[in-house]
């Protein structure tokens, strides 16, 4: 009967020590997914902190593509294939709604990542509807029409 007790206690203490995990694995990533949707807000605040963001990724990119090329792994053509997909790519970035990320961040840390509840959880709640708010009147400034559905 001891060997019983004491079998239960392990699994008793295992269960309780995965849940206790895997309530900090979400929190944790609510609380990730929050900073995300605060980035992409103030880049829809000062716009050029976005666009500095993407030219370094840009200019990574070509510095990486630059020196395959002095290596001989790629020849002019494909070189200027490839940088001119990044620039697009950097464009299609910086030309893509700030306040649509943040909504959708917000949205993740709120509703993929909770229960349990949380204070980032709650947060992002709160900043959500903000965000939803803001990109309504960025669409409607912009001209673009739209449901409320179609910003789920």
Do not use: C
Not at 30 to 39: C, F, I, T, V, W
């Amino acid at each position: 009967m001891r060997n019983a007790g004491r079998v239960v206690l392990i699994a008793t203490a295992l269960i309780a020590a995965v849940y206790g995990l895997a309530r900090v694995d979400l929190i944790l990533r609510s609380r990730s997914a929050y900073l995300e949707g605060e980035k992409w807000m103030e880049w829809s605040r000062r716009p050029e902190l976005k666009k500095a963001h993407f030219d370094a990724e840009l200019a990574a990119r070509e510095g990486e593509l630059s020196r395959e090329l002095a290596k001989g792994k790629l020849d002019r053509a494909a070189y200027e294939r490839k940088a001119g997909l990044a620039r697009f790519e950097r464009d299609q970035a910086v030309a893509e709604s700030s306040l649509k990320y943040a909504y959708v961040w917000y949205q993740t840390a709120a509703q993929l990542f909770s229960p349990p509840e949380n204070r980032w959880s709650a947060l992002a709640r709160a900043k959500m509807a903000e965000a939803r708010e803001l990109w309504k009147k960025e669409l409607d400034a912009r001209k673009i029409p739209y449901q409320d559905y179609m910003l789920e």
